[in-house]
């Protein structure tokens, strides 16, 4: 009926939308954390298409939201501060890097994989802190202005216009996640991730789909990380660390893996847990973190999304058309 | 070319800390397809209580290390009956979730309890010096610590091939189901087998802290070596372990040694080369 496909979106979907965008006006005080909560959360959704679509999990993606980061922030650094083409070079930079190894990640499978993407971001993060001249090290990159976004939107001392901006390229990949999961591509990955040897029988060329897909992926990832670059006026070498993979895996995982909402809500569940344990207990807060991610796993697998998946499928069919989300998302 | 005996020597001495430090995690992956992230915990657990035996109660080196490794397993076997039972057979991102966060957890846990600093612990003197060996000086500790993981090595190579519970390890990491269906107790299996290779951590972390040093992150901080030995070795394996540690330690020495402005780069980039070259390990085709 829509263009978005079988998943269609629904009407009342608008709704959390609107809620996040009216934030400034509720709580002036959390648009910083409203920023982050955005990035992390379109990170968390690159880092779904190849969680939760093309089953290859991951513990280098921090590499690709790192890569667009210091591209985005070199670029702004050398004079080129105009915000949008500075996104796209951020998922540009990513996308090759990630088209350059996706052969080697997608030869490999399983525990492998995880080690050979480990290994990967790994080397990239070395790397950096040794190339003190490109990317200052330790220290990271900062001291860059950006032009208003569009030429209309200043960034202010509030973090107003970067909440704003933020929350409109997440929009705008939370538009691209929905229509790619329901294009064919989408199928084709769900499909590889569900069994490689049918969809080899079928004709699918799994490879290649893998390799587009984990490309894709990165694209989005560098943009998350171009973002916050240029939300923050700032890269550090955390950007690129196994630190920052862990943590969107987590997040994916807190949210549920592929749904549309996984990684908002889980960005969303994950950065105030953060913000209110770092308040509670400054030292320790990654202990109740860690404590955190046991229970998940332990009680509630597949996540805050599966969770709702099973309470919906609880109640009467009252709509069919997420009632087929459930039969083809519904994997875990 | 004249530091190259003692490159060698010293990287065979860390291979040997990583073998013991992580063939623990080789068996548990092969047996149980069990991504562990955690398994470095003990090695840290034994290092510290290693390191306040000695400390505090005065425990000599000898007698600390046997003490961290009974901690190590006891912790193991505690831990593997109430929570690791629980994710066999899970996803590996379920299991690297768990695992991960159980890191985090023993990292605050050990920083609320021991403080975030280095550990001190100091060599007895008998283990202190260096020994002439055909013109070449090299460190006596290193030498024994050498010795002592090809030791456990042919221990653990010789107990899985020629006893009847290495036997029962064998055909359980060849097929759990099968080996199950002839009434091998494959629970109890996991559960003996887990406590070792934990016991065996804590040996290694023991070893490690006049090393290495001894800090809550050290789960984090060699997490990756203990990841690429297991990988490179294959799962399951004593011996593949055991290349790939001493192949790894000499390449993350050698590196640091000669190319030190690449770091760890040098070693990365053989486990991914490794990797890609033979996925399942590189002694398996």
Request: glycine share 14%; net charge positive.
């Given at each position: 009926m829509t263009t978005l496909g079988p998943r269609r979106v629904h009407p009342a979907e608008i709704l959390p939308w609107l809620a996040l965008a009216a934030l400034p006006w509720i709580a002036p005080d959390h648009v910083l954390l409203g920023s982050q909560i955005a990035i992390l959360a379109l990170f968390a959704l690159s880092l779904d298409l190849l969680v939760g679509h093309a089953g290859l999990v991951s513990l280098g993606h921090a590499a690709f939201f790192g890569l667009g980061a210091y591209a985005a922030a070199l670029l702004a650094l050398h004079g080129w501060s105009e915000p949008l083409t500075g996104l796209a070079a951020g998922g540009l930079v990513a996308g090759l890097a990630a088209a350059l190894v996706a052969p080697l990640v997608v030869r490999v499978h399983g525990l492998a994989q995880l080690m050979v993407t480990l290994g990967l971001g790994l080397m990239l993060h070395e790397a950096a802190s040794r190339a003190r001249v490109l990317t200052?090290?330790?220290?990271?990159?900062s001291g860059f202005d950006l032009s208003p976004v569009l030429g209309l939107f200043p960034f202010d001392l509030y973090g107003f216009t970067a909440y704003g901006y933020a929350l409109a390229v997440l929009a705008a990949g939370f538009l691209f996640y929905t229509r790619l999961a329901a294009s064919p591509f989408g199928y084709a990955l769900r499909g590889l991730k569900q069994n490689p040897a049918r969809m080899a029988a079928l004709g699918t060329d799994g490879r290649r789909r893998l390799i587009q897909g984990f490309v894709v992926a990165a694209v989005l990832a560098g943009i998350a990380g171009a973002l916050l670059a240029q939300t923050t006026q700032s890269v550090a070498l955390e950007s690129l660390s196994f630190h920052r993979s862990a943590e969107v895996l987590i997040v994916l995982c807190l949210g549920g893996t592929g749904g549309r909402y996984g990684g908002l809500v889980g960005a969303l569940v994950y950065m105030a847990a953060r913000d209110w344990l770092s308040a509670l207990s400054p030292h320790y807060w990654t202990g109740w973190l860690g404590a955190a991610m046991m229970l998940t796993v332990l009680?509630?697998?597949?996540?805050l999304g599966g969770v709702a998946r099973r309470l919906h499928g609880r109640l009467p069919r009252l709509h069919r058309a997420t009632g087929t989300r459930v039969a083809a998302g519904g994997e875990s | 070319m004249t530091g190259l005996p003692v490159v060698v020597f010293d990287g065979l001495a860390y291979g040997m800390l990583l073998f013991l430090m992580s063939v623990g995690l080789a068996v548990t992956l092969g047996l149980m397809g069990l991504v562990n992230l955690a398994h470095g915990a003990f090695a840290a657990g034994g290092g510290y209580v290693a390191a306040l035996a000695m400390s505090?109660?005065?425990?000599?080196f000898l007698l600390a290390l046997p003490l961290a490794a009974l901690a190590a397993a006891v912790g193991g076997v505690v831990l593997e009956r109430l929570l690791f039972r629980r994710l066999y057979g899970r996803s590996p991102l379920d299991q690297v979730l768990f695992t991960v966060g159980l890191v985090y957890v023993w990292i605050a846990a050990a920083t609320a309890a021991f403080g975030a600093g280095q550990q001190p612990a100091d060599l007895p003197g008998f283990l202190q010096g260096q020994v002439d060996l055909g013109g070449v000086r090299v460190g006596l500790y290193r030498l024994v610590l050498i010795g002592l993981g090809v030791a456990v090595a042919l221990a653990l190579a010789l107990g899985l091939e020629r006893t009847r519970i290495g036997a029962l390890v064998r055909a359980s990491v060849e097929d759990a189901e099968m080996a199950g269906g002839v009434s091998i107790r494959v629970g109890r299996l996991f559960a003996l087998t887990f406590t070792l290779g934990a016991g065996l951590a804590g040996l290694g972390g023991a070893l490690a802290v006049p090393v290495l040093g001894l800090d809550p992150t050290f789960p984090l901080k060699y997490l990756a070596y203990f990841l690429i030995v297991v990988c490179m070795g294959g799962a399951g394996t004593v011996t593949g372990s055991f290349l790939a540690a001493a192949a790894v330690g000499l390449v993350d020495v050698a590196g640091k040694y000669y190319?030190?402005?690449?770091?760890a780069f040098a070693v990365y980039g053989l486990a991914v080369a490794a990797l890609v070259w033979r996925p399942n390990g590189v002694l398996r085709a």
């Amino acid at each position: 009926m829509t263009t978005l496909g079988p998943r269609r979106v629904h009407p009342a979907e608008i709704l959390p939308w609107l809620a996040l965008a009216a934030l400034p006006w509720i709580a002036p005080d959390h648009v910083l954390l409203g920023s982050q909560i955005a990035i992390l959360a379109l990170f968390a959704l690159s880092l779904d298409l190849l969680v939760g679509h093309a089953g290859l999990v991951s513990l280098g993606h921090a590499a690709f939201f790192g890569l667009g980061a210091y591209a985005a922030a070199l670029l702004a650094l050398h004079g080129w501060s105009e915000p949008l083409t500075g996104l796209a070079a951020g998922g540009l930079v990513a996308g090759l890097a990630a088209a350059l190894v996706a052969p080697l990640v997608v030869r490999v499978h399983g525990l492998a994989q995880l080690m050979v993407t480990l290994g990967l971001g790994l080397m990239l993060h070395e790397a950096a802190s040794r190339a003190r001249v490109l990317t200052g090290g330790d220290d990271g990159l900062s001291g860059f202005d950006l032009s208003p976004v569009l030429g209309l939107f200043p960034f202010d001392l509030y973090g107003f216009t970067a909440y704003g901006y933020a929350l409109a390229v997440l929009a705008a990949g939370f538009l691209f996640y929905t229509r790619l999961a329901a294009s064919p591509f989408g199928y084709a990955l769900r499909g590889l991730k569900q069994n490689p040897a049918r969809m080899a029988a079928l004709g699918t060329d799994g490879r290649r789909r893998l390799i587009q897909g984990f490309v894709v992926a990165a694209v989005l990832a560098g943009i998350a990380g171009a973002l916050l670059a240029q939300t923050t006026q700032s890269v550090a070498l955390e950007s690129l660390s196994f630190h920052r993979s862990a943590e969107v895996l987590i997040v994916l995982c807190l949210g549920g893996t592929g749904g549309r909402y996984g990684g908002l809500v889980g960005a969303l569940v994950y950065m105030a847990a953060r913000d209110w344990l770092s308040a509670l207990s400054p030292h320790y807060w990654t202990g109740w973190l860690g404590a955190a991610m046991m229970l998940t796993v332990l009680v509630v697998p597949g996540g805050l999304g599966g969770v709702a998946r099973r309470l919906h499928g609880r109640l009467p069919r009252l709509h069919r058309a997420t009632g087929t989300r459930v039969a083809a998302g519904g994997e875990s | 070319m004249t530091g190259l005996p003692v490159v060698v020597f010293d990287g065979l001495a860390y291979g040997m800390l990583l073998f013991l430090m992580s063939v623990g995690l080789a068996v548990t992956l092969g047996l149980m397809g069990l991504v562990n992230l955690a398994h470095g915990a003990f090695a840290a657990g034994g290092g510290y209580v290693a390191a306040l035996a000695m400390s505090r109660a005065g425990v000599p080196f000898l007698l600390a290390l046997p003490l961290a490794a009974l901690a190590a397993a006891v912790g193991g076997v505690v831990l593997e009956r109430l929570l690791f039972r629980r994710l066999y057979g899970r996803s590996p991102l379920d299991q690297v979730l768990f695992t991960v966060g159980l890191v985090y957890v023993w990292i605050a846990a050990a920083t609320a309890a021991f403080g975030a600093g280095q550990q001190p612990a100091d060599l007895p003197g008998f283990l202190q010096g260096q020994v002439d060996l055909g013109g070449v000086r090299v460190g006596l500790y290193r030498l024994v610590l050498i010795g002592l993981g090809v030791a456990v090595a042919l221990a653990l190579a010789l107990g899985l091939e020629r006893t009847r519970i290495g036997a029962l390890v064998r055909a359980s990491v060849e097929d759990a189901e099968m080996a199950g269906g002839v009434s091998i107790r494959v629970g109890r299996l996991f559960a003996l087998t887990f406590t070792l290779g934990a016991g065996l951590a804590g040996l290694g972390g023991a070893l490690a802290v006049p090393v290495l040093g001894l800090d809550p992150t050290f789960p984090l901080k060699y997490l990756a070596y203990f990841l690429i030995v297991v990988c490179m070795g294959g799962a399951g394996t004593v011996t593949g372990s055991f290349l790939a540690a001493a192949a790894v330690g000499l390449v993350d020495v050698a590196g640091k040694y000669y190319l030190p402005e690449i770091g760890a780069f040098a070693v990365y980039g053989l486990a991914v080369a490794a990797l890609v070259w033979r996925p399942n390990g590189v002694l398996r085709a």
